[in-house]
């Protein structure tokens, strides 16, 4: 790993491999690694998150996938980054604790979503009791109000945030509010907080406005066609970022209209890698038979600029 080269870029997602009998697979991790670094060109993963489905694994199998993560990308990952939260607080903190064992290079938390925080002080008491657990590792505040229905709006959240939470470096923002995102950027440009971006459809109006890089479910089999976005963005070639975000739009508009989630991105992931990563976890139940043919489908039939 490469903790000091800055968080940045594209980060996976990554979902939880599973036998077919709903066990966590560790064994397909080695080369789910390097499926990400030689084919996408991904070198960060978030581990144990929402594609990951994190809360529906028990701590016992959350450490175990940190775990392996940690091992199989020691030489070959930048950034590993271990989403520890959960309703206890109790197991955020033993999660926090074993991911700064076994050498993660940021850990994650999401607001508790069950008994909600409903202000500022509210949320920050968790996240710092959880963060003060792990006191050498790099924390990122995960934003996700589509499923935690936790609105607290992250400019207010940062204000001040370092004082209460030293180890705070940044978040990751899966919302669309980018007004918010906008004032956090305006506001804590000085400070060098990192934000990632975590809509994967709407990528390219976050960098414009200044994020540094995204996390996100389709980095798993989009990455490389997305690391010419920020290519084409940096350049800049607006015309040509755009032709790629409009093209993963594309996709993920289909797909959406069919039905997708983590389900469905295991099962996509595992057409577009090979790799088996098998059923998720219930409630979520696979991806059907004709959803795998017409996401496979479209995914083969959009022409990509550098295809051509
Ligand atoms: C709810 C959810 O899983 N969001 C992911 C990350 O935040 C995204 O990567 C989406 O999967 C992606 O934007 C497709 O909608
Ligand atoms: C999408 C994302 O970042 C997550 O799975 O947590």
């Not at 978030?46 to 020691?74: D, H, I, M, P, Y």
């Not at 007004?179 to 975590?198: M, P, S, V, W």
């Not at 940096?234 to 997708?260: I, M, S």
Request: with cysteine; hydrophobic share 45%.
């Amino acid at each position: 790993m490469t903790p000091g080269k800055k968080l940045g870029g594209l980060v996976a997602a990554t979902v939880t491999p599973m036998t077919p009998d709903g066990q966590i697979n560790l064994s397909v991790i080695s080369q789910y690694v390097d499926y990400l670094v030689s084919k996408q060109n991904v070198k960060n993963v978030f581990v144990n998150g929402t594609t990951g489905e994190g809360l529906s694994l028990n701590v016992q199998e959350r450490k175990q996938l940190a775990e392996e993560w940690l091992c199989q990308g020691k030489d070959k990952l930048d950034h590993v980054i271990i989403h520890v939260g959960a309703l206890s607080l109790a197991e955020s903190q033993e999660l926090a604790r074993h991911a700064a064992a076994v050498g993660a290079t940021g850990i994650a938390v999401l607001a508790p979503f069950f008994f909600k925080p409903t202000n500022k002080a509210e949320l920050i008491a968790f996240l710092q009791k959880v963060a003060s657990e792990a006191p050498a590792v790099p924390f990122y505040y995960y934003h996700i109000p589509p499923l935690t229905a936790v609105k607290i709006r992250v400019e207010e959240l940062l204000d001040g945030i370092t004082e209460q939470i030293p180890t705070f470096r940044g978040v990751k923002f899966s919302d669309t509010d980018l007004l918010d995102l906008a004032q956090c950027i305006n506001k804590n440009e000085r400070e060098q907080f990192t934000f990632l971006y975590g809509v994967d459809e709407q990528l390219l109006s976050a960098l414009a406005i200044g994020a540094d890089g995204a996390v996100g479910s389709t980095y798993n089999y989009l990455g490389q066609k997305t690391n010419l976005m920020l290519q084409a963005f940096a350049k800049p070639d607006l015309a040509l970022a755009r032709k790629y975000q409009f093209l993963t739009g594309e996709f993920l508009n289909f797909v959406t209209k069919l039905g997708f989630g983590v389900a469905q991105t295991k099962a996509v992931m595992t057409f577009v890698s090979g790799i088996p990563m098998g059923p998720p976890r219930l409630p979520l139940v696979d991806a059907s038979e004709e959803f795998i043919i017409k996401a496979k489908a479209k995914l083969e039939s959009i022409v990509w600029p550098d295809s051509d």
